[in-house]
């Protein structure tokens, strides 16, 4: 066993069927008394219903959430939540409305309860991404972590498969980077190969049946033990990299965590020194990129960055933010090798060590 801290993270997790109805009995225990519901716009509807059963421990609805927590949008629900007096936020939705609830946590010091709809994890980490002026920001700090998440399965029943399959890839990748991260520890790696295996395994009878209660149920378990890897240990070049595709080209998140992460996994592969065996073998490929790039084709996950919209004369910039500011590596982080690498992406080649 090799030398590791483990730090654990506070966390309450309601998790089962039926468990949104808990929202009101979270709240009390909290000690709050008027919450604020948030949703992005297409979900208004969902935010307005989970507002009237609460009654009245509901001080309104805000509606508006919208992905990578621009400071613009935060400043809005920061007015709503003032107006309204509310103690609490109650984020119902994916990882852009729970990143609001935590945006609006650290500004005034509410307390949150997520309600995650999709598997991006966001729900279970520290961590707050910001954009303002085109630039995203990310940072830790325990403030913004939620203090109670309630996983309902049910909730995702709706949630539309091929992006099932992207956020579902999204969260592997936490597990991937969570495995080889510099301050990996034992009990995350146990978390990490279940939450991998019980994502990769759910997706494709998701695929096959999008109301499989059971497939349903085993993603929503693989996203909070993914989540939970992300919120403990630090991420490296797959998470750098999408960061700087979703701040400063405006890419969607889960899709291109989807492109990225068989690239990703072949630049570090050799450098992990076996750490991503497991992987391989979970997957049944010779290596953990060929297994990960294998899933992601069966499932038909998006295969290049020119399908996401990345203009090609951006790949040097991309590049160059990347290994100005890299994030620890366990290989380095060389602009040029970066560069081939968003090349083989953004022409969805398959992933070679670059
Ligand atoms: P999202 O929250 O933007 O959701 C994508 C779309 O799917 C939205 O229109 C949403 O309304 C819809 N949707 C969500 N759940 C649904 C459901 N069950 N049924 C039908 N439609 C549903 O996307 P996301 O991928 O969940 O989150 C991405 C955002 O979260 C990014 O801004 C990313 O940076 C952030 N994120 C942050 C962390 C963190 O730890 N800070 C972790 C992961 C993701």
Redesign the pocket.
Known sequence: MEAFVHEALPQRVVFGTGSMQQAGREIERLGASRALVLS?P??AAEAEALAEALGTAAAGVFAGAV???PVEVTEQALQVLTEAGADVVVAL???????LG?ALARRSGVRQIAIP??Y???EA?P???ETAEGRKTTQRDLRVLPEAILYDPE??L???PA?SVT?GL?AIAHAVEALYAENRNPLIRLLALSGLEAMANALPRILDDPQARDARSDALYGAWAC?TC??SVGMALHHRICHVL?GSFGLP??ETHSVILPHAVAYNEAAANGLLAPVAELLGAPTAADGLHRLATRLGAPRSLRELGMPESGLGDAAEEIAASPYWNPRSVEQEAVRRLLQDAFGGQPPRAA
């Open positions: 992005t297409g979900h992905m990578h927590t939705g994916g990882g852009s409305t729970i990143g935590k709809t999709s991006a994890g966001s980490t961590i707050l991404g909730l995702t709706g949630l539309p992006f956020s999204n989540g992300l919120g979703g998140h889960a």
